[in-house]
């Protein structure tokens, strides 16, 4: 290896370790608040391994305010939109991927809009919609959280669904295969990668969504687990420990997702619109 390449070696190498540790100081903090008493959540100077070890905030924030229901709630929710999600986009990534149609250009472009506006813009006539269709409850997070997902779900796995060879299709129309053979029996087994990339970020968005599950849930027993984490915020005081103990555990379903699916994971994100 010549001195050139052990130099960018090195600088690769630092860079990476420094985003790494970007990113895992904040969770080693949290993971290590979550064991300590309140008293110690703030001081100086702050310590990693907390001393005494504590697990009451895991004890109180599990047997309080109905956490089990919100749990169960957010994986309702997170599992339906999840399945509901992969099953409509992959539809329109065929349509848009590997069909011709007209206006198919206009109408990718008028999807991509939704792309491009903050869901918090949109809080106020997405209010007045769900409210006429009966949507502001636990079951109407739903709909909303696939219609807000669509458009991101689809153009990932329209760059997928492009990948794929022409010649794989073109056969199967040849043997007497239609369009629904050609999606269920080739398109979708050969996508596994890019199917995993959609199923992972779209259970993360709709496990963890806050803004319109707060507004558009009233009954306490339908909330979901991040309205839930949120109760341990009062005006006078916050249990630090607790909501981080709360937090660590809502990371298990994202953890189990991302395990099950992450040998497809890589492939995928190199492979959808992603790396454009």
């Known amino acids: 290896m010549t001195r050139a390449r052990r130099v960018n070696a090195a600088i690769s190498y630092t860079l990476l370790i420094l985003g790494m540790g970007i990113v895992l100081v ?15 959540v703030f001081e100086l100077p702050p310590r990693f391994i907390p001393t005494p070890a ?16 919100y749990f169960l709630n957010s994986l309702l929710v997170a599992v ?24 198919k250009r206009v109408l990718f472009a008028v999807l991509l809009l ?23 409850n636990l079951h109407g997070l739903i709909p909303v959280y696939v219609a807000m997902s669509l458009s991101m779900q689809t153009y990932l796995l329209t760059g997928f669904f492009k990948s794929i060879p022409k010649e794989l299709t073109e056969a199967a129309l040849i043997d007497g295969a239609n369009q629904w053979t050609i999606f269920w029996r080739i398109i979708l087994p050969l996508s596994r990668p890019g199917l995993a990339v959609t ?15 707060h507004v558009a849930i009233k009954e ?9 984490i949120a109760l341990f915020q009062t005006q006078h005081l916050t249990q630090w420990g607790q909501v981080f103990a709360a937090s660590i555990v809502a990371l298990i379903p994202v ?19 992603i790396k454009s």
Do not use: H
């Open 26 to 40: 904040p969770f080693l903090y949290m993971a290590s608040v979550s064991f300590k008493p309140q008293t110690l």
């Open 54 to 69: 504590t697990l009451d905030n895991y004890r109180t924030s599990l047997r309080t305010d109905s956490f089990d229901r």
């Open 80 to 103: 339906s939109t999840t399945a509901a999600t992969v099953f409509i986009s992959s539809m329109m990534a065929y349509a848009f991927g590997r069909m011709e149609f007209f206006g």
């Open 114 to 136: 939704g792309m491009m506006i903050p869901s918090v813009m949109l809080i106020i006539p997405q209010y007045l919609v769900a409210r006429d269709l009966k949507l502001l």
């Open 199 to 213: 199923i992972i970020f779209t259970f993360l968005y709709s496990w963890d969504e806050f803004p319109w599950a």
């Open 220 to 228: 306490s027993s339908q909330r979901t687990l991040p309205i839930g």
């Open 255 to 273: 953890i189990v997702v991302y395990v099950i699916f992450q040998r497809y994971f890589v492939a995928g994100i190199a492979t959808t619109g």
